[in-house]
């Protein structure tokens, strides 16, 4: 197995969005925001080769929507899904297997392209996606809050072209979905967001999402605003940290714009911040 970070390319979004009830004067340590309020954050995807199968976790937001839609978000950067890929030595069409942890806009808008004026077709013609039936349901279905964030453009073409197939959910952890691949669900940011992770040469690697977004997130209380049910993400976060502390986890960052990776330690404040390293370290 083979692993390649893809840098999609960057965005702002508002600090106070991200860090929930926590005052600025305390994630702004971390997390520095601008003269606006907005922080820096990448859209930091993960391909991974393993034997015939070559899958992406994750494709970005992608370069189709209006320019009226990306001023809202201050894309900046040199990265791109296609760029990232051919950087790795490959091309679109070898990619087997595009995995979406979840169906928000900035994780999966760089699966579909625009065809035509108000034609949509996926980028990876040649590749199987995946979700799983209960994500799939609250995305296409959605409620007011995450509305916003489901686009049918970056949905309903995945599943009209017949590519789309879903992971089995089987409680909160589904063994051995791919090879050397597990699947853990969690609940509170989104329904059924599917978290991978990757058994790799004795090291557990998860790739976080949006359980985690950054090593900013890493204290309990520091809850996105945008979790529709930050509740059952304080649960879900103290049971993760606990287990990726005892078991070594390496903690893949998709949305932090300066750390790839981390791992974490027990401290007398709780679970904190170990140490930052780019994935090419334990490659």
Not at 10 to 15: E, R, V
Not at 91 to 106: C, K
Not at 160 to 173: I, P
Request: aromatic letters at 10%.
């Amino acid at each position: 197995m083979i692993l390649h970070p893809i840098d999609t390319g960057n965005f702002k979004l508002d600090g106070g969005a991200m860090f929930g009830v926590v005052p600025q004067t305390i994630w702004s340590r971390t997390n520095p925001p601008d003269a606006n309020n907005m922080c820096s954050w990448s859209m930091r995807c993960l391909l991974i080769e393993d034997g015939d199968r070559l899958m992406l976790v994750d494709t970005g937001i992608g370069d189709k929507q209006s320019e009226k839609f990306f001023s809202y978000y201050y894309m900046f950067g040199d990265g791109s899904l296609k760029g990232g890929i051919e950087k790795a030595g490959f091309s679109l069409d070898d990619i087997t297997d595009v995995f979406l942890t979840h169906l928000h806009f900035d994780h999966c808008g760089g699966a579909i392209q625009r065809i035509g004026e108000s034609g949509f077709a996926p980028v990876f013609k040649n590749a199987t996606y995946w979700s799983n039936e209960r994500h799939w349901k609250w995305a296409t279905e959605p409620n007011q809050r995450e509305k916003a964030s489901f686009l049918s453009e970056n949905i309903l073409p995945i599943q009209e072209s017949g590519q789309l197939k879903f992971v089995n959910r089987e409680g909160d952890l589904t063994k051995n979905v791919f090879n050397d691949i597990d699947v853990m669900f969690v609940d509170g940011h989104t329904d059924s967001q599917q978290l991978p992770i990757i058994n790799y040469k004795g090291k557990k690697i998860v790739f976080m999402a949006d359980l985690l977004p950054s090593v900013g997130h890493i204290p309990l209380a520091y809850v996105m605003g945008y979790d529709t049910r930050p509740l059952i993400t304080l649960g879900e976060k103290d049971a993760f940290l606990r287990k990726a502390v005892e078991e070594e986890y390496v903690l893949f960052l998709e949305h932090d714009h300066v750390n790839q990776c981390c791992t974490l330690k027990n401290t007398d404040r709780g679970v904190r911040l170990d140490r930052t390293f780019d994935l090419k370290e334990i490659l």
